[in-house]
């Protein structure tokens, strides 16, 4: 069993920054990527970031150079920092991991507001 927390949305005016946070934690033997997600009222599920083994990354053309995913592989950890956060960015966020067996996992959502 595998679980997933994130932690770090909020409300933020446009132009603000958050940084979300997933921790993994349970029987993880292989990690292939983790990233993020992103659901809004009434809209499919899109992919925001993710990063593979060896550090490959890709991006949401919408987010590209405005947010940044990293990970600490010591603590089974993704990270997600947003700066010049839009209106059109509100959503509730999801964590993802992808297993070496090709499982994935999925955290409960945190809320992002960008609202002034």
């Known amino acids: 069993q595998v679980q997933l927390v994130e932690s770090g949305g909020g409300l933020v005016q446009p132009g603000g920054s958050l940084r979300l946070s997933c921790a993994a934690s349970?029987?993880?033997?292989?990690?292939?990527?983790m990233g993020w997600y992103r659901q809004a009222p009434g809209k499919q599920r899109e992919l925001v970031a993710t990063m593979a083994s060896g550090r490959r990354t890709n991006y949401a053309d919408s987010v590209k150079e405005r947010f940044t995913i990293s990970r600490d592989n010591a603590k089974n950890t993704v990270y997600l920092q947003m700066n010049s956060l839009k209106p059109e960015d509100t959503a509730v966020y999801y964590c993802n991991l992808q297993t070496g067996a090709s499982v994935d996992y999925w955290g409960q959502g945190t809320q992002v507001t960008v609202s002034s």
């Open positions: 349970g029987s993880i033997f292989s990690i292939y990527a």
